[in-house]
């Protein structure tokens, strides 16, 4: 028997990078699994066709994180086709960097209601649909604990928010035996962060490891967090950056 066989499984923004192999690694050790996407209808489509030609359980439904009603509409898709979830994984995230004195007021509300309200609503929703033995992970940022250059303002400031929601809801849900836990990765190599981007070198020397990190390996650790292994890991921030905070 896999490690997660028979358990229900929703990704948010899973359709590429860390959230793509999160859905990977989740369907492989036996999940049935959900994810979300906006506009990566292609990539979406691949995603479910590839597992699926594996024997795996997995399906993908449109939900734009940005929009409150489209986040709980993922939820009650989820619900209503599995009846129930065992295992939430917020990791839809958005980055806007540039100067300080060049956000604009749109800047703040999308990165916001990106990066932390729909971990706030989606969790709630979820939690209505979760017993004893269920799992809230949260995909946060090393750059809430360290910002090591310019531009990052906004984005560390919604991460940032995740850790104190992190610690509150573990003391909320603890009597219910549910965990939650914040994995805050540092630099990895995907589409949104690339290894051979024109930022990579500045990000690279502050690495004790000096290398970026593979979408892999944060879905290793998402995966022994969802896992029978971790019960008595909760209201954690695990950061897994290659030293960079170090």
Request: proline residues 3%; hydrophobic residues 40%.
């Amino acid at each position: 028997m896999k490690r997660l066989e028979n358990k229900i499984a929703l990704v948010t923004g899973g359709s590429r990078g860390m959230g793509a192999a999160i859905v990977k690694r989740l369907a492989g050790e036996g999940a049935t699994v959900v994810f979300t996407y906006v506009k990566g209808v292609e990539a979406a489509n691949a995603l479910v066709a590839e597992l699926t030609t594996k024997g795996q359980q997995v399906s993908a439904v449109a939900a734009d994180s940005a929009d409150p009603q489209a986040v709980v509409a993922s939820v009650d898709h989820t619900v209503k086709a599995h009846g129930r979830i065992d295992i939430l994984v917020n990791n839809a995230g958005v980055a806007v960097m540039k100067p300080f004195g060049d956000y604009t007021l749109e800047d703040y509300e999308y990165t916001m209601s990106v990066n932390t309200r729909a971990v706030f609503v989606g969790t709630q929703a979820a939690l209505k649909h979760m017993t004893k033995g269920g799992r809230i992970i949260t995909i946060g940022s090393c750059m809430a604990d360290r910002v090591v250059g310019p531009y990052g303002t906004l984005y560390s400031m919604s991460k940032s928010a995740l850790t104190a929601f992190n610690k509150g809801l573990a003391r909320d849900l603890g009597a219910q035996g549910i965990t939650t836990n914040l994995v805050q990765p540092g630099p990895v190599d995907t589409d949104m962060n690339p290894a051979d981007g024109p930022h990579s070198d500045f990000q690279r020397q502050h690495i004790a490891l000096g290398h970026y990190g593979q979408d892999t390996d944060v879905a290793d650790l998402v995966s022994f967090l969802a896992g029978p292994e971790s019960g008595y890991i909760n209201g954690s921030a695990l950061t897994i950056d290659g030293g960079l905070n170090a």
